[in-house]
Nanobody, 120 residues
């Protein structure tokens, strides 16, 4: 099972970016999915998560600006980021709880990270 993230880049304050992360491989079931971020010198933190039933959770710092969604048919999770601020600058990682095909237990998988830089 692999997760591959796309969509990072450089954007001016107030701008928008959309991240996507696709899971591939021998997937039996794809449960909770989410986005984390890690800024230089800081711990990795949860940005947003979404369950298989599409219930969502957001960090207080991004509520009202970021929207997480998923396409279960494509095994993909998205993060729409609007009104970006310099403090949103970080490496963003996607995460998914996956039960691989023919396995009975779930494990956490991580994408490779994508850099988001908000700067004028």
């Amino acid at each position: 099972v692999q997760l591959q993230a796309f969509g990072g880049g450089l954007v001016q304050p107030g701008g928008s970016l959309r991240l996507s992360c696709a899971a591939s491989g021998r997937i039996g079931s794809l449960d909770d999915m989410g986005w984390y971020r890690q800024a230089p010198g800081k711990q990795r933190e949860l940005v947003a998560s979404i369950t298989s039933g599409r219930s969502t959770t957001y960090a207080d710092s991004v509520k009202g600006r970021f929207t997480i969604s998923r396409d279960n048919a494509k095994n993909t999770v998205y993060l729409q980021m609007n009104t970006l601020k310099p403090e949103d600058t970080a490496v963003y990682y996607c995460n998914a709880e996956v039960r691989p095909l023919f396995f009975s237990t779930r494990s956490a998988y991580w994408g490779q990270g994508t850099q988001v830089t908000v700067s004028s």
